[in-house]
């Protein structure tokens, strides 16, 4: 990133479909093995929809420790502290003398109460003599229809309070929501709150658990998910002609970013640097990504340019790649207009063939994906390609794990209503 301060990574927190912590994920995404099952959260048969990559064997007990609200937490609170948790004992902080002021969190976190059924109430009480929803009615019901559960927390700012409360971080603190591209949002203006000299260390990521009633009635009448209910493992199928939708994922991931030289002060171990952050708006619809990808390709372009580097510089591709028709196509071509005839020799995957779509946290795993790439050579592959579609022409590291070196790596992230974001790491160069 531009600037004489220089951000990079010291820790990873994962907890996804794929597992909790980083082996563990990484152990899936390189042997290609999905995350996507049966859904159980709740009984979904009248769903057309019936399959999600759910968080598995996550006991918040064991992870978070002795606490009074430990069953007040929304699964956005629970899945962040922990990834939290790992990723603060992974950059070995925790016999640092930190200081409180220096210490910030800035999360990209969506809802968190897992049953959503408080909406799907208050709609029904605010129905007209004609059976349509009467919003002055709804309004009126006042906050306090909005959690009749007043012990379980839903608000998507809850997981910034519990971290900085755990961790005594006094310094900046926000998060923000721009769909799916949050948590990769809120790592580069967690980045820029370092460059700018903010804070010294930052816990970036996010969390969301949007596997609940109102959320899968919501991408079901979007026609947005994937109804391959009799084979879950193949249903995100990214790039692929058969592609139907996107798989309804949940999880959280948390990254610790520091200033370069708090890092290198303490002997950190250092996974790599972020070196440039771009963001646009499609400025369209309120949920199309634009035909032309022109908001996609200024956020790639944005990025480089804030990195300093050619596009034939990147070595591989995290693609934001949800397995929607309109998606895939628009952004590989994006990714053409921006990167031309090297377009057609970087590799490109997209991990959500294996562990779905974290929504708001999706960002956020997919960047420490693209470190991980870099530091032990191997790019996760895109699962379930089966069919060609002329519309996706390029290497999508079909099915199998690739060894390579990869010196710089983008992860793209776009956001219904147009917002999109692009990260550019690169391998750390002492």
């Given at each position: 990133m531009?600037?004489?301060?220089?951000?990079?990574?010291?820790?990873?927190?994962?907890?996804t479909?794929?597992?909790?912590?980083?082996?563990?994920?990484?152990?899936?995404?390189?042997?290609?093995?999905?995350?996507?099952g049966?859904?159980?959260?709740?009984?979904?048969?009248?769903?057309?929809?019936?399959?999600?990559?759910?968080?598995?064997?996550f006991?918040?007990?064991?992870?978070?420790?002795?606490?009074?609200?430990?069953?007040?937490?929304?699964?956005?609170?629970?899945?962040?502290?922990?990834?939290?948790?790992?990723?603060?004992e992974?950059?070995?902080?925790?016999?640092?003398?930190?200081?409180?002021?220096?210490?910030?969190?800035y999360?990209?976190?969506?809802?968190?109460?897992?049953?959503?059924?408080?909406?799907?109430?208050?709609?029904?009480?605010?129905?007209?003599?004609?059976?349509?929803?009467?919003?002055?009615?709804?309004?009126?019901?006042?906050m306090?229809?909005?959690?009749?559960?007043?012990d379980i927390?839903?608000?998507?700012?809850?997981?910034?309070?519990?971290?900085?409360?755990?961790?005594?971080?006094?310094?900046?603190?926000?998060?923000?929501?721009?769909?799916?591209?949050?948590?990769?949002?809120?790592?580069?203006?967690?980045?820029?709150?370092?460059?700018?000299?903010?804070?010294?260390?930052?816990?970036?990521g996010?969390?969301?658990?949007?596997?609940?009633?109102m959320?899968?009635?919501?991408?079901?009448?979007?026609?947005?998910?994937?109804?391959?209910?009799?084979?879950?493992?193949?249903?995100?199928?990214?790039?692929?002609?058969?592609?139907?939708?996107?798989?309804?994922?949940?999880?959280?991931?948390?990254?610790?970013?520091?200033?370069?030289?708090?890092?290198?002060?303490?002997?950190?171990?250092?996974?790599?640097?972020?070196?440039?952050?771009?963001?646009?708006?499609?400025?369209?619809?309120?949920?199309?990504?634009?035909?032309?990808?022109?908001?996609?390709a200024?956020?790639?372009?944005?990025?480089?340019?804030?990195?300093?580097?050619?596009?034939?510089?990147?070595?591989?591709?995290?693609?934001?790649?949800?397995?929607?028709?309109?998606?895939?196509?628009?952004?590989?071509?994006?990714?053409?207009?921006?990167?031309?005839?090297?377009?057609?020799?970087?590799?490109?995957?997209?991990?959500?063939?294996?562990?779905?779509?974290?929504?708001?946290?999706?960002?956020?795993?997919?960047?420490?994906?693209?470190?991980?790439?870099?530091?032990?050579?191997?790019?996760?592959?895109?699962?379930?390609?089966?069919?060609?579609?002329?519309?996706?022409?390029?290497?999508?590291v079909?099915?199998?794990?690739?060894?390579?070196?990869?010196?710089?790596?983008?992860?793209?992230?776009?956001?219904?209503?147009?917002?999109n974001?692009?990260?550019?790491?690169?391998?750390?160069?002492?």
């Open positions: 531009s600037g004489q301060r220089r951000v990079v990574i010291t820790g990873i927190g994962l907890v479909p794929l597992g909790i912590g980083l082996e563990q994920n990484w152990d899936s995404l390189i042997n290609g093995r999905s995350g996507i049966r859904l159980t959260h709740f009984n979904a048969s009248g769903f057309p929809t019936r399959i999600a990559g759910q968080v598995k064997g006991n918040a007990r064991r992870m978070l420790g002795p606490r009074d609200d430990i069953d007040c937490l929304g699964a956005h609170s629970r899945f962040s502290l922990a990834a939290a948790r790992l990723a603060h992974d950059a070995g902080l925790g016999g640092c003398a930190l200081k409180p002021e220096r210490v910030g969190v999360l990209g976190c969506g809802e968190g109460d897992p049953s959503f059924l408080w909406l799907a109430r208050r709609i029904s009480e605010s129905l007209d003599a004609h059976g349509e929803v009467s919003i002055p009615r709804f309004l009126s019901r006042g306090e229809m909005m959690n009749p559960r007043k927390e839903y608000e998507p700012n809850k997981p910034v309070y519990h971290i900085a409360n755990l961790f005594n971080a006094h310094g900046p603190n926000s998060n923000c929501l721009t769909a799916c591209a949050a948590s990769a949002q809120a790592l580069g203006e967690a980045a820029c709150s370092i460059v700018r000299g903010d804070a010294e260390v930052m816990f970036a996010g969390a969301h658990s949007m596997i609940h009633p959320g899968l009635a919501g991408f079901s009448l979007l026609n947005a998910i994937s109804t391959r209910n009799d084979e879950p493992e193949k249903a995100s199928r990214p790039f692929d002609q058969k592609r139907d939708g996107f798989v309804l994922s949940e999880g959280a991931g948390v990254l610790i970013l520091e200033e370069e030289s708090h890092a290198a002060k303490r002997g950190a171990r250092i996974y790599g640097e972020l070196l440039g952050y771009g963001c646009s708006s499609d400025a369209y619809r309120i949920t199309d990504i634009h035909p032309d990808g022109r908001g996609a200024q956020a790639m372009q944005n990025a480089l340019n804030d990195a300093r580097i050619s596009p034939p510089q990147v070595g591989y591709i995290n693609a934001h790649g949800t397995s929607t028709q309109i998606n895939d196509r628009v952004e590989t071509l994006a990714i053409k207009k921006v990167f031309g005839e090297h377009s057609r020799a970087v590799p490109i995957s997209s991990t959500k063939s294996i562990m779905g779509h974290l929504i708001a946290a999706a960002g956020a795993v997919e960047t420490a994906v693209c470190l991980l790439a870099i530091g032990r050579g191997i790019i996760p592959p895109t699962i379930n390609q089966e069919y060609p579609d002329p519309d996706c022409d390029l290497d999508y079909p099915n199998k794990a690739r060894e390579a070196k990869v010196d710089i790596a983008l992860s793209n992230s776009f956001g219904f209503g147009g917002q974001i692009c990260l550019i790491l690169s391998r750390y160069q002492g």
